[in-house]
């Protein structure tokens, strides 16, 4: 069974920077196209950035050229470095492995990122 161990959450003031890590165990990682999630107090979970087998990335547009997603097969683990934070991102960040068939997610317990400004 997959676990996934989120990492790196903090409070930061906006124009900061963040590094959020997840430990991935259970699975073949290199198989899997992962992705971090956020939630923020009153609204839905959203995608925020996923990072394909082949390490394709993709992006919500909210954060596009201020996030960047990777991973590392050897270490079976997947960062997101978070760099000119604005209190709008404030939310609980998720990370998340997508099934082999695209169709499910599973998540982590999340970590809390909080931006102060």
């Known amino acids: 069974q997959v676990q996934l161990v989120e990492s790196g959450g903090g409070l930061v003031q906006a124009g900061g920077s963040l590094r959020l890590s997840c430990a991935a165990s259970g699975i073949i990682f290199s198989f899997f196209t992962m992705g971090w999630y956020r939630q923020a107090p009153g609204k839905q979970r959203e995608l925020v950035a996923t990072?394909?087998?082949?390490?394709?990335?993709d992006y919500a547009d909210s954060v596009k050229g201020r996030f960047t997603i990777s991973r590392d097969n050897a270490k079976n683990t997947v960062d997101l470095a978070m760099n000119s934070l604005k209190p709008e991102d404030t939310a609980v960040y998720y990370c998340?492995?997508?099934?082999?068939?695209?169709?499910?997610?599973?998540w982590g317990q999340g970590t809390q990122v909080t931006v102060s400004s």
């Open positions: 990072i394909s087998r082949g390490s394709s990335t």
């Open positions: 998340a492995k997508r099934s082999l068939d695209g169709s499910t997610w599973s």
